[in-house]
T-cell receptor
Framework: DTGVSQDPRHKITKRGQNVTFRCDPI?????LYWYRQTLGQGPEFLTY????????KSRLLSDRFSAERPKGSFSTLEIQRTEQGDSAMYLC????????????FGSGTRLTVV | KQEVTQIPAALSVPEGENLVLNCSFT??????LQWFRQDPGKGLTSLLL?????REQTSGRLNASLDKSSGRSTLYIAASQPGDSATYLC??????????????FGTGTRLQVTL
């Protein structure tokens, strides 16, 4: 159990560029989640996958955002045409599909759009 | 819509003191409640998970309670240490099947333990 891994840890990009983040969950975890956290706030739900199926997306996830989990293992979160308001910490978490199992979070990817 | 509130927003205590962090939520239809710790610029570390059928959980110097009917949880930290300085986040799990599909977080309590 190596924990949830996120890459990169930090990303600085110019407004209008596309960025992609990767999350590797704990291997036996069926569910994978993406959250976004801005300064001084708690994380906010973006989307989650059960195996390779994306089961729910938040209204926060605009058309510029897309997430995939092609083989039910790692996941990617892409932001197209980044805006300054996209600057935040993007957190990935995973969990088992067992009643009342808790979440394990990764260290996050901090995105700065300049 | 679930809303989670944490009080106080910030707390400074001298080393050795016992302290209580409070969390309240508006919708009692929850799967579980999880307390996390977050150090500046870092991810979240899970501290305690309380299932909806449980009243409390303990781990070392930490004790978390849950009163689902009143929509409240507390995190008790005994004999605080400078290393406990961090932001503590309360998250309520709801939705989905089998396990919570979504966590709703409070804005956290920023704790500083001074020497």
């Amino acid at each position: 159990d190596t924990g949830v891994s996120q890459d990169p840890r930090h990303k600085i990009t110019k407004r209008g560029q596309n960025v992609t983040f990767r999350c590797d969950p704990i291997s036996e975890h069926n569910r994978l989640y993406w959250y976004r956290q801005t300064l001084g706030q708690g994380p906010e739900f973006l989307t989650y996958f059960q195996n390779e199926a994306q089961l729910e997306k938040s209204r926060l996830l605009s058309d510029r955002f897309s997430a995939e989990r092609p083989k039910g293992s790692f996941s990617t979160l892409e932001i197209q045409r980044t805006e300054q308001g996209d600057s935040a910490m993007y957190l990935c978490a995973s969990s088992r599909l067992t009643l009342n199992y808790g979440y394990t979070f990764g260290s996050g990817t901090r995105l700065t759009v300049v | 819509k679930q809303e989670v509130t944490q009080i106080p927003a910030a707390l400074s205590v001298p080393e050795g003191e016992n302290l209580v962090l409070n969390c309240s939520f508006t919708d009692s239809a929850i799967y579980n409640l999880q307390w996390f710790r977050q150090d500046p610029g870092k991810g979240l570390t899970s501290l305690l998970l309380i299932q909806s059928s449980q009243r409390e959980q303990t781990s070392g110097r930490l004790n978390a309670s849950l009163d689902k009917s009143s929509g409240r949880s507390t995190l008790y930290i005994a004999a605080s240490q400078p290393g406990d300085s961090a932001t503590y986040l309360c998250a309520v799990g709801s939705g989905g099947t089998g396990t919570a599909s979504k966590l709703t977080f409070g804005t956290g309590t920023r704790l500083q333990v001074t020497l």
